[in-house]
């Protein structure tokens, strides 16, 4: 089945750039979309079609792509920032939608 | 405003079945794919099933064959009919909603979740 690899953890201090990756097979073919999920709460789009920032996300949240990696980019961080993000996207088919493992942000 | 609530979680033994549903409120619920996603404790998001506006489903591998999406679009309501649960199926299952018509993702609404444990 497919599978979409994020790194576990990323720590940064607050006013540093927090950068967060995910890579997958089918991501040249599919969108991207990144999820923000804090304890509690639902979770919050912060970036979809890989680049696009959804209205009432800060201009400090930026998506890229690259080839099989798609990366979510968070400038200036602060302490609010700190929460599990998820990549979210589709296989080849378009069938079946899967989550990345998810990637803890501590902010320091 | 869009409201999805959930209901029909409990406790199960393995092997055994539940049906959660969804009530949906606040938008066209014919026109949207909707899905489930499920979170095991202390585990991450996991996508379970989709299901278009023409009730065609789609579903995670490891819940093939024993889980069941269908709608009923005249009462705006969403349901999982889940066979043959396993401990690994606990979890806290949210309702979500596409955010685009003719998509089922990206999510852009979510219930508060409905919690399904498995335990003899």
């Known amino acids: 089945s497919y599978e979409l690899t994020q790194p576990p953890s990323v720590s940064v201090s607050p006013g540093q750039t927090a950068r967060i990756t995910c890579s997958g097979d089918?991501?040249?073919?599919?969108?991207a979309h990144w999820y923000q999920h804090k304890p509690g709460q639902a979770p919050v789009i912060v970036i979809h079609?890989?680049?696009e920032r959804p209205s009432g996300i800060p201009e400090r949240f930026s998506g890229s792509t690259s080839g099989t990696t798609v990366t979510l980019t968070i400038r200036g961080i602060q302490a609010e920032d700190a929460a599990d993000y998820y990549c979210?996207?589709?296989?080849?088919?378009?069938?079946?939608?899967?989550f990345g493992g998810g990637t803890r942000l501590t902010v320091l | 405003e869009v409201q999805l609530l959930e209901s029909g979680g409990g406790l199960v033994q393995p092997g055994g079945s539940l049906r959660l549903s969804c009530a949906a409120s606040?938008?066209?619920?014919?026109?949207?794919?909707m899905s489930w996603v499920r979170q095991a404790p202390g585990k991450g998001l996991e996508w379970v099933s989709s299901?278009?506006?023409?009730?065609?489903?789609f579903y995670t591998d490891s819940v093939k064959g024993r889980f069941t999406s269908s709608r009923d679009n005249s009462n705006n309501t969403l349901f999982l009919r889940m066979n043959s649960l396993r401990a690994e199926d606990t979890a806290l299952y949210f309702c979500?909603?596409?955010?685009?018509?003719?998509?089922?993702?990206?999510?852009?609404?979510w219930g508060q979740g409905t919690l399904v444990t498995v335990s003899s």
């Open positions: 979500v909603k596409s955010s685009v018509t003719g998509d089922p993702i990206p999510f852009d609404y």
């Open positions: 606040g938008f066209t619920f014919s026109a949207y794919a």
């Open positions: 299901i278009g506006s023409d009730s065609t489903a």
């Open positions: 089918a991501l040249p073919r599919q969108y």
């Open positions: 079609k890989d680049t």
């Open positions: 979210l996207s589709a296989d080849s088919s378009g069938t079946s939608q899967v």
